[in-house]
């Protein structure tokens, strides 16, 4: 195993706070070289960089998500099946998990549809638009 196991690319994804039905979308740009991770992306909060690292050979990947001019979210997850799985931490306050995949060659086409299709009937735009968030 290894760094092909982390593709750099476009991935997509979500993350939740109360369980698998509060999903809240995730578009990312990452790039994975010699162990460290670096990227960019967008979710229902704003604007993003990623800076971490990972190790192929026990398919482990931590990182540290700064939202632009806001907070930083810790994540740690695990290389598995289409994607990376694991939870992230705004300790000690709020924790919840994830799951991204790359956006390569299809792959995730099916994933993207789930993590998607949860949006309101009514809703009009893209889901950064529609989607609202509280914090409990």
Known sequence: MGDE????????????YRGPEDRHRMDLHLEFAQGR??????????????RGRYDANAREVWWTKS?????SVQYH????????WGTWEIAPVSRGGFQ???????????????ATKELPVE?????????THSRS
């Open 123 to 131: 809703a009009v735009g893209t889901p950064f638009e529609t989607e």
């Open 5 to 16: 196991l982390f593709p750099s690319g476009p991935w997509t994804g979500f993350y939740n």
């Open 77 to 84: 997850g695990f290389r598995e099946g289409v994607g990376i």
């Open 37 to 50: 991770l670096s990227g960019d992306g967008t979710d229902n909060i704003g604007l993003f960089l990623i």
């Open 100 to 114: 991204i995949w790359p956006r390569a060659a299809g792959e995730g086409t099916h994933e993207t549809r789930a």
């Open 67 to 71: 939202y632009v001019g806001l907070h």
